[in-house]
């Protein structure tokens, strides 16, 4: 079992539709959660973190989580073209607190115009 | 703020030569930074973590001595690969957090290596 699962996609979406990508994780002790996204030929970049349990929403963006359940997903509310990325799901092993992240293999999303 | 920086941002080398890979946090300080490599299509490997003042951890199956790492300062690492081949070449991003948000990383725009 790897230990940040994702779904690789392509998951397509229509514009203006809610797209919900999920994550996985196998170790219990993480702490930290993290969403990036990647454009093709560029590094990631941060949209979002949550260290707690619920909801967190920042914009069109949110990103929930239930340690109970292992999982962490994210919605992007009134998808867009500029939003066709591969998305990664990032966390924290349970037992580092240098901040290592371990990746999870990313979902690609298309949003279609 | 937390602005990571990489220099080259593309290098092509001839196989048996060595390349310096720079990455920079411009507007904090880091005592860590990382050193991730990803292949066409594959999600980030990550390779070493970079400990200013002392010796890089590398991750299982990564040779230490062809991927020399140096954190000489707090906003500088190095990454050098060493008798480069055709088979390194990939894509090499570094990443560093801020020393006060220890979990939130930040990444360089990466470097494109070619090996010929």
């Known amino acids: 079992q790897k230990e940040v699962e994702q779904n690789s996609g392509p998951l397509s979406v229509p514009e203006g539709a809610i797209a919900s990508l999920n994550c996985t994780y196998s170790?219990?002790?993480?702490?930290?959660f993290f969403w990036y996204r990647q454009y093709s030929g560029k590094s990631p970049e941060l949209i979002m973190f949550?260290?707690?349990?619920g909801d967190k929403e920042d914009g069109r963006f949110t990103a929930q989580l239930n340690k109970a359940s292992q999982y962490v997903s994210l919605l992007i509310r009134d998808s867009q073209p500029s939003d066709s990325a591969t998305y990664l799901c990032?966390?924290?092993?349970?037992?580092?607190?240098?901040?290592?992240?371990?990746f999870g293999q990313g979902t690609t999303l298309q949003v279609k115009p | 703020g937390a602005v990571v920086s990489q220099h080259p941002s593309w290098v092509i080398c001839k196989s048996g030569t060595s390349v310096k890979i720079e990455c920079r946090s411009l507007?904090?300080?880091?005592?860590?930074m990382f050193w991730y490599r990803q292949f066409p299509k594959q999600s980030l490997m990550l390779m070493a973590t970079s400990n200013e003042g002392s010796k890089a951890t590398y991750e299982q199956g990564v040779e230490k001595d062809k991927f020399l790492i140096n954190h000489a300062s707090l906003t500088l690492s190095t990454l050098t690969v060493t008798s480069a081949h055709p088979e390194d070449s990939s894509f090499y991003i570094c990443?560093?957090?801020?020393?006060?948000?220890?979990?939130?990383?930040?990444f360089g725009p990466g470097t494109r290596l070619t090996v010929t």
């Open positions: 990443s560093a957090p801020p020393q006060d948000r220890v979990h939130e990383q930040y």
């Open positions: 990032a966390v924290t092993p349970g037992s580092s607190n240098t901040g290592k992240l371990i």
């Open positions: 507007d904090f300080q880091a005592t860590t």
């Open positions: 949550i260290y707690s349990n």
């Open positions: 170790d219990r002790g993480s702490q930290s």
